[in-house]
């Protein structure tokens, strides 16, 4: 029997989904208002996640855990030496030294973190070694390689060739600004949703090329680079680790889908967030790039940066699709 509670409930939630407004086209394309859950799916930033979610799709698609596919899936541009971003291969600091940042969620609101994290080069499954086998949530620095090291994980020289020269280059002026779309591209994100209807993500980076030793940016942060709440959604962030940091950006845009915004919605509200900011402070908003991707519990999905030139790959049982981003400044 429906008692007077429930009657309420269910008239207010009738009377939002009167008020929301009706998608767009291209909201529908990014996988908005979907009647069935759309599961397994997992999400990337940038276009090596093409590649990243192919390997996250070989577990998602055999009902593999989602923990297992994100892991798996950032592993690969982790360990790929062209790859300058992130990972063996990534840019150093400004002493040339290759310092790793990474974290990983699972649906129970598991965490685990490394910071500051030299000559390992697999960050990410440090993180989640942090997170099953420490009281633990975050490592950094010396702490995190003795903990890697102790875990069997093989210390290695992450400064490429190509790497170094570049370091030596720069080494001539020491001028440090980084350019939006190419320092600042800089992280693989992934969240995923598996066939059971869970949630996890994954954020590994090589963090800003030539930054302060020391500096450590959004991705290993829980609430900023990544956020998963297994009953409502996940979300993911690149880009300008201070920005995102600035506003916990992935736990609000995780609160915000709560809140009934869309994935797409709640990117986009996230992203002005930090645009405002950008501007109250007097600041250069074209200095910068931030760029959210969200995924719900229904497989509906959503992306928006503040500069164009953001990209992000889709898998799922439709295939892997590489998607460019809405963006604030065109």
Same mark, same amino acid.
Request: proline fraction near 4%.
């Given at each position: 029997?429906?008692?007077?509670?429930?009657?309420?409930?269910?008239?207010?939630?009738?009377?939002?989904?009167?008020?929301?407004?009706?998608?767009?086209?291209?909201?529908?394309?990014?996988?908005?208002?979907?009647?069935?859950?759309?599961?397994?799916?997992?999400?990337?930033?940038?276009?090596?996640?093409?590649?990243?979610?192919?390997?996250?799709?070989?577990?998602?698609?055999?009902?593999?855990?989602?923990?297992?596919?994100?892991?798996?899936?950032?592993?690969?541009?982790?360990?790929?030496?062209?790859?300058?971003?992130?990972?063996?291969?990534?840019?150093?600091?400004?002493?040339?030294?290759?310092?790793?940042?990474?974290?990983?969620? #699972?649906?129970?609101?598991?965490?685990?973190?490394?910071?500051?994290?030299?000559?390992?080069?697999?960050?990410?499954?440090?993180?989640?070694?942090?997170?099953?086998?420490?009281?633990?949530?975050?490592?950094?620095? #010396?702490?995190?390689?003795?903990?890697?090291?102790?875990?069997?994980?093989?210390?290695?020289?992450?400064?490429?060739?190509?790497?170094?020269?570049?370091?030596?280059?720069?080494?001539?002026?020491?001028?440090?600004?980084?350019?939006?779309?190419?320092?600042?591209?800089?992280?693989?994100?992934?969240?995923?949703?598996?066939?059971?209807?869970?949630?996890?993500?994954?954020?590994?980076?090589?963090?800003?090329?030539?930054?302060?030793?020391?500096?450590?940016?959004?991705?290993?942060?829980?609430?900023?680079?990544?956020?998963?709440?297994?009953?409502?959604?996940?979300?993911?962030?690149?880009?300008?680790?201070?920005?995102?940091?600035?506003?916990?950006?992935?736990?609000?845009?995780?609160?915000?889908?709560?809140?009934?915004?869309?994935?797409?919605?709640?990117?986009?509200?996230?992203?002005?967030?930090?645009?405002?900011?950008?501007?109250?402070?007097?600041?250069?908003?074209? #200095?910068?790039?931030?760029?959210?991707?969200?995924?719900?519990?229904?497989?509906?999905?959503?992306?928006?940066?503040?500069?164009?030139?953001?990209?992000?790959?889709?898998?799922?049982?439709?295939?892997?699709?590489?998607?460019?981003?809405?963006?604030?400044?065109?």
């Amino acid at each position: 029997m429906t008692n007077r509670r429930n009657f309420i409930k269910t008239a207010a939630l009738g009377s939002v989904a009167l008020t929301l407004p009706s998608f767009t086209t291209k909201e529908k394309a990014m996988g908005s208002n979907l009647q069935q859950p759309n599961k397994p799916i997992v999400l990337s930033t940038w276009n090596f996640g093409v590649k990243a979610n192919g390997a996250a799709w070989e577990i998602l698609k055999n009902n593999g855990r989602a923990l297992d596919a994100v892991e798996a899936g950032v592993k690969i541009p982790e360990g790929d030496p062209t790859e300058r971003s992130v990972g063996y291969g990534g840019r150093p600091d400004r002493d040339g030294r290759v310092t790793l940042d990474a974290c990983i969620m #699972d649906e129970q609101a598991n965490i685990g973190s490394v910071a500051c994290l030299e000559f390992i080069k697999h960050p990410i499954s440090v993180a989640r070694a942090v997170m099953e086998k420490t009281p633990h949530v975050m490592l950094v620095g #010396d702490g995190a390689l003795q903990f890697a090291l102790a875990q069997g994980f093989p210390k290695e020289n992450l400064l490429v060739e190509e790497s170094e020269k570049e370091w030596k280059e720069w080494l001539k002026t020491s001028n440090y600004k980084p350019i939006a779309n190419i320092e600042n591209h800089d992280t693989i994100g992934m969240i995923a949703l598996d066939s059971a209807g869970n949630l996890s993500g994954a954020c590994t980076t090589s963090g800003m090329a030539f930054k302060m030793h020391g500096r450590v940016g959004d991705s290993p942060i829980i609430g900023a680079g990544l956020y998963v709440d297994n009953e409502i959604g996940a979300a993911t962030a690149t880009g300008h680790g201070e920005e995102v940091i600035r506003i916990a950006g992935c736990h609000l845009v995780v609160e915000l889908m709560r809140q009934g915004k869309s994935p797409q919605q709640a990117c986009e509200e996230a992203v002005m967030r930090i645009v405002k900011l950008t501007q109250n402070r007097n600041k250069n908003l074209k #200095d910068i790039q931030v760029g959210f991707i969200a995924l719900d519990k229904q497989g509906n999905y959503g992306a928006y940066c503040i500069q164009s030139g953001f990209n992000f790959a889709v898998n799922d049982n439709s295939g892997n699709h590489l998607i460019d981003s809405n963006s604030y400044l065109k």
